[in-house]
């Protein structure tokens, strides 16, 4: 079909497995587990299954952050999960997460294990599991669920809506474009508006919602995502700049970063995490001379 041609859908829709596009290889109509695979479980009560994508990296970003703050009992091993090969339609994985996404996590601190699926769940569970970044109630909390759930119903519209069609689609097309770039614009201004008089999300306090968000859309509006930035003229957002800097300066965000990365300079992956040495070897590594 040429990008002029009018689309007229058939009365029943059936898979074209041609149909192009990025991720054409692993999308499917279907749910379920593709072959059987169990996942490793390393020595920490939390175990992640991940990858350094952005719904990844908010929870990294959030277990180094507990950890930083002295909460012992949120070290974890860091498992990669490479949703290129397909990793996510192994059984092991999917028995966690029947939807087949990163991030998931196994919680056996207790006498049962808790599965746990969906990054703002996991948020959620972590920071009500060491009372940390989540105020306890009042119009502080609602407004950090406020924004927390506001992430998790835009990004869609950004990755699955603008980034696809604007980067990954397997030709352009001026309609959706021009449909999701307005979009993923008006949510830029929102935030923008937001820190217009705020420091973080909800105010003067560093709370989860900050680090769901920061992911997604500091990274867009630092031009750092889809090559889109002079496209969406993302300068024009000077507040969510400064935030986004402010964030990204932090030493534990700059760590949830690197767990299950596995694009971008080598020095700043690391594929799997299991102990807070890693980070050191990592360095260690990175200003080691190269061998002859």
Do not use: C
Not at 101 to 123: N, Q, T, V, W
Request: charged content about 25%; cysteine-free.
């Amino acid at each position: 079909m040429s990008e002029n041609t009018e689309y007229v859908p058939p009365k029943v829709w059936t898979w074209d497995k041609e149909s192009g596009g990025r991720f054409a290889n692993i999308n499917r109509p279907i749910a379920g587990p593709t072959h059987d695979k169990e996942l490793p479980v390393g020595k920490h009560p939390l175990q992640l299954y991940s990858l350094g994508t952005p719904n990844g990296v908010k929870v990294t970003v959030l277990l180094e952050e507990l950890l930083a703050a002295g909460h012992s009992g949120a070290e974890y091993d860091a498992w990669l999960i490479n949703i290129g090969n397909g990793d996510q339609f192994g059984s092991g994985f999917v028995d966690i997460n029947p939807n087949s996404k990163i991030p998931a996590m196994m919680d056996r601190s207790g006498p049962e294990p808790i599965r746990l699926f969906e990054s703002g769940s996991i948020m959620v569970h972590l920071a009500e599991k060491f009372g940390a970044f989540l105020p306890e109630s009042g119009a502080a909390r609602a407004e950090t669920l406020n924004w927390l759930f506001w992430q998790m119903g835009s990004a869609p519209f950004l990755g699955g809506g603008f980034g696809h069609f604007y980067a990954y689609a397997p030709f352009k097309q001026e309609y959706p474009i021009n449909r999701y770039a307005m979009e993923v614009k008006r949510q830029l201004d929102v935030l923008n508006r937001n820190l217009q008089s705020r420091e973080f999300m909800i105010g003067d306090t560093y709370t989860i919602a900050d680090m769901a968000i920061w992911p997604w859309y500091g990274a867009l509006v630092k031009g750092l995502v889809y090559e889109a930035g002079e496209f969406l003229s993302v300068h024009e957002y000077e507040h969510v700049i400064r935030w986004t800097d402010q964030l990204g300066a932090r030493e534990p965000v700059k760590r949830g970063r690197m767990v299950n990365r596995v694009f971008g300079e080598a020095s700043s992956q690391l594929h799997e995490r299991h102990d807070a040495s890693d980070f050191e070897t990592k360095t260690a590594d990175k200003l080691a001379p190269e061998s002859e």
